[in-house]
């Protein structure tokens, strides 16, 4: 049962380049979040999807495109990448059970833009 | 714009001992919070999740929530080296299914 994945774990590119990070989850979860994490920010929100072709802004969008066309994939694409963009990505996803808005994370993805 | 503050530590507490952990958030309308651990290199992990004003236990862990005065703790009784790691507190948005993150209290529990 592996849950939820994300892939590349690591990723190197340059400036301008166009990246996708990949996130996959096996628990039919509705909901599916992108973050990153910073020193000093924790953890901010990107964008997040409340279902299959529905999705929405986050905290910081800006320089981020995604995408649902399935419940279990949720993929980031960095357009152009810049300097400010290296990070360390995390995936998240919750089911719709109840009251619960507990979050689940992926391992992360490490990503460098030089 | 909603924000989730915590101390960043390092708090560093013997093996043995309670730490305690604090996180204040500023929208009232808050009603879900949840504590979620980060070892170094690692994702978060949830450990432990408040909805009602009170005392909620879970093992070693015990969750602390007063609405009124906008605070969450984290109790860890027994501390143990492998709860050094980082505690973020989370805030579930009004209006929305997301969560606020604070940037996480770094503790360390000397042997």
């Known amino acids: 049962d592996a849950g939820i994945t994300q892939s590349p774990r690591y990723k190197i590119t340059e400036t301008g380049r166009q990246v996708t990070l990949m996130c996959h989850q096996t628990?039919?979860?509705?909901?599916m979040f992108w973050y990153r994490q910073d020193l000093g920010h924790g953890l901010r929100l990107i964008y997040y999807s409340a279902a299959a072709d529905i999705t929405d802004k986050g905290e910081v969008p800006d320089g981020y495109v995604v995408s649902r066309s399935k419940t279990e994939n949720f993929p980031l694409t960095l357009e152009s990448a810049t300097r400010s963009q290296t990070s360390v990505y995390f995936c998240?996803?919750?089911?719709?059970?109840?009251?619960?808005?507990?979050?689940?994370f992926g391992p992360g993805t490490r990503l460098t833009v030089t | 714009q909603k924000e989730v503050e915590q101390n960043s530590g390092p708090l560093s507490v013997p093996e043995g001992a309670i730490a305690s952990l604090n996180c204040t958030y500023s929208d009232r309308g808050s009603q879900s919070f949840f504590w979620y651990r980060q070892y170094s290199g690692k994702s978060p992990e949830l450990i432990m999740s408040?909805?009602?004003?009170g005392d909620k236990e879970d093992g070693r862990f015990t969750a602390q929530l007063n609405k009124a005065s906008q605070y969450v703790s984290l109790l860890i009784r027994d501390s143990q080296p492998s709860d050094s790691a980082t505690y973020l507190c989370?805030?579930?948005?009004?209006?929305?299914?997301?969560?606020?993150f604070g940037s996480g209290t770094r503790l360390q529990v000397q042997p």
């Open positions: 408040i909805y009602s004003n």
């Open positions: 989370a805030v579930k948005d009004t209006g929305r299914r997301a969560l606020t």
């Open positions: 998240a996803s919750k089911g719709m059970a109840g009251a619960s808005y507990e979050q689940y």
């Open positions: 628990w039919s979860h509705s909901y």
